[in-house]
C-alpha cells in the first residue's frame, strides 16, 4: 500500500497524518501530498543565528546526496532513503496559521525559511507554500528573514522580496557546493545547474535583495580544495554576492546510508577515509575544521566578501521611484 491511498491502523501523531494525506499529483516516481500542521514556526535551539525556521514542505525532490535532513520522513515511519525525495508532502494552512503565529511570539531573533529541506523546489511551482508565506511577512515590519535555496525559482518572487524589504530585513541565501556541472548533477541530482543559481544570485543583487552564496557542505578532498573555493567565490562576488559563508560536511546516520555509496562510486579512493573520519561520529573532529575555516577567512579577505548575511535591525530596500526622483534631481 502507498501513502494517501488508506490509513495505516496502528500510526499517530505525525505519521498517521502522512498515512491520511491526499495525493495531490504524481509525476515520473514523485508523488505529492498534502499535509495537516498544527505550527509553521519552529524553535530553534539556543546558540543559533536564527531563533524561529520555517520549512513549508517535508521531504525534497533535488535528492542530494548529503541532505541531513532525511531523517525528518522517519517521523512519519517512512524510512527508505528514496522516500524522502520521492513523496513530497506539501503543508497545507500555511499563511493563515503563519498570520496568527505571528500575532503571539516574539519574532527579534529572526526567522529562517528552508532550513531542512528547499523552499523553492519542483513543488513550489505547482502548489505556492513559500509564495503565500512571503505574502504574509510583506505585510510585517521589522523582521529579519533568511531564505536558503539552491533552485532559481527564487527569482519568481523578486516582487514578494522587494515588497518585504520596504519594511523588514531579508537576505537570500543561494548554496553552491560547486561549480563543476558534472560533479554537481552528481551530488545534487535534481538541482538547477551551478551557472543557473549564480544568474539567479545576480538577479537578486540587481533588485536590491541582500543575496550571498553558501558553497555548503564543504566536502574533504572533494570540494574542500583552496582552489575550488577560491573560484566559487570568485564567481559569487561577480554575481553580486556579499557574503561567502561554508561549513564542513556532516553526515548523520541517514546521510551516511546515500553518502557513502556515493563516494564509492565516484571517488572509491576515498571512501576508506571517510568512514574513518564519519562511521561512528556525524562530526569531523580536530584540526580539519580550523584549517577549512582559515581557508575560507582568507578567500573571503582576498575578494571583499563577508562572512555571513547581515543579521542587523531591519534595513529597507530602495525604493526605485525614489532612486529615478534622486538621478533626475541630481542629473
Request: charged share 25%; net charge positive.
Amino acid at each position: 500500500m502507498l501513502f494517501g491511498d488508506s490509513p495505516s491502523p496502528g500510526l499517530v501523531g505525525i505519521a498517521r497524518l502522512a498515512s491520511e494525506s491526499e495525493v495531490l499529483e504524481s509525476k515520473r516516481l514523485v508523488r505529492y501530498f498534502e499535509i495537516g500542521c498544527r505550527s509553521v514556526l519552529n524553535k530553534t535551539r539556543p546558540g543559533m543565528p536564527f531563533a524561529w525556521s520555517i520549512n513549508p514542505y517535508r521531504g525534497c525532490e533535488f535528492a542530494c546526496r548529503y541532505c541531513y535532513a532525511r531523517y525528518t520522513h522517519e517521523f512519519m515511519e517512512l524510512r527508505a532513503s528514496e522516500e524522502f525525495e520521492d513523496q513530497i508532502y506539501a503543508k497545507s494552512n500555511v499563511a493563515a496559521i503563519l498570520r496568527r503565529e505571528l500575532k503571539k511570539i516574539d519574532t527579534t531573533g529572526g526567522i529562517a525559511i528552508g532550513t531542512a529541506t528547499d523552499p523553492y523546489q519542483p513543488a513550489e511551482r505547482r502548489f505556492g507554500r513559500t509564495r503565500s508565506l512571503l505574502e504574509v511577512f510583506a505585510r510585517q515590519e521589522r523582521l529579519s528573514l533568511s531564505i536558503t535555496t539552491k533552485s532559481d525559482l527564487v527569482r519568481r518572487d523578486i516582487d514578494l522580496l522587494r515588497e518585504i524589504g520596504r519594511r523588514n530585513h531579508i537576505c537570500v541565501n543561494m548554496t553552491i557546493t560547486t561549480l563543476d556541472a558534472s560533479l554537481a548533477r552528481a551530488l545534487e541530482p535534481r538541482a538547477p545547474r551551478p551557472d543557473l543559481r549564480l544568474r539567479t544570485v545576480r538577479a537578486l543583487a540587481d533588485a536590491g535583495v541582500a543575496v550571498g552564496v553558501f558553497p555548503n557542505p564543504v566536502m574533504p578532498l572533494i570540494t574542500d580544495q583552496e582552489e575550488r573555493l577560491d573560484q566559487l567565490a570568485g564567481a559569487a562576488k561577480e554575481h553580486g554576492a556579499s557574503y561567502f559563508g561554508g561549513g564542513v560536511l556532516f553526515l548523520m546516520p541517514c546521510s551516511r546510508r546515500v553518502f557513502f555509496p556515493f563516494v564509492e562510486q565516484h571517488f572509491p579512493h576515498l571512501l576508506r577515509r571517510y568512514r574513518e573520519r564519519y562511521e561512528s561520529d556525524a562530526y569531523i573532529r580536530g584540526p580539519y575544521r580550523d584549517v577549512i575555516r582559515e581557508r575560507l577567512r582568507g578567500i573571503r579577505e582576498r575578494h571583499g566578501l563577508a562572512a555571513a548575511p547581515p543579521h542587523q535591525e531591519w534595513a529597507p530596500l530602495p525604493d526605485p521611484q525614489q532612486e529615478l526622483f534622486a538621478e533626475v534631481s541630481t542629473g
